[in-house]
């Protein structure tokens, strides 16, 4: 089991940048891989982004490649997502999470853990 904090939300202006971080608990934490989700209101919970254990590869979800960098220290138990070039629409609760990459790959995740509180990002336009 690994227990999973997210921060670094805040208030931005489109265009601006912000970084996230996850905090793990857990010694084995190297072995799961982990994916940065969000949830705008009224909408579902979508992946973002992912990366495998060893960081050696990272997913992203088409509508933040290019803007959104995710990486990982696993020294630290920690996952970060830098967000450049922000979006109105990139407003969410984003939340982070580790599991296993399904046969549909690592941003499709199973086994996940239970659910943190989340980070809330608003970026104004």
């Known amino acids: 089991q690994v227990q999973l904090v997210e921060s670094g939300g805040g208030l931005v202006q489109a265009g601006g940048s912000l970084k996230l971080s996850c905090a793990a608990s857990g010694r084995t934490f190297s072995s799961y891989a982990v994916g940065w989700f969000r949830q705008a209101p009224g909408k579902e919970r979508d992946v973002v982004a992912a990366?495998?254990?060893?960081?050696?590869?990272?997913y992203y979800a088409d509508s933040v490649k290019g803007r959104f960098t995710i990486s990982r220290d696993n020294a630290k138990n920690t996952v970060y997502l830098q967000m450049s070039s922000l979006k109105a629409e990139d407003t969410a609760v984003y939340y982070c999470?580790?599991?296993?990459?399904?046969?549909?790959?690592?941003?499709?995740?199973?086994?996940?853990?239970?659910w943190g509180k989340g980070t809330l990002v608003t970026v104004s336009s």
């Open positions: 990366t495998d254990g060893s960081a050696s590869n990272t």
């Open positions: 999470n580790a599991g296993y990459c399904s046969g549909y790959g690592c941003l499709s995740l199973y086994g996940i853990q239970k």
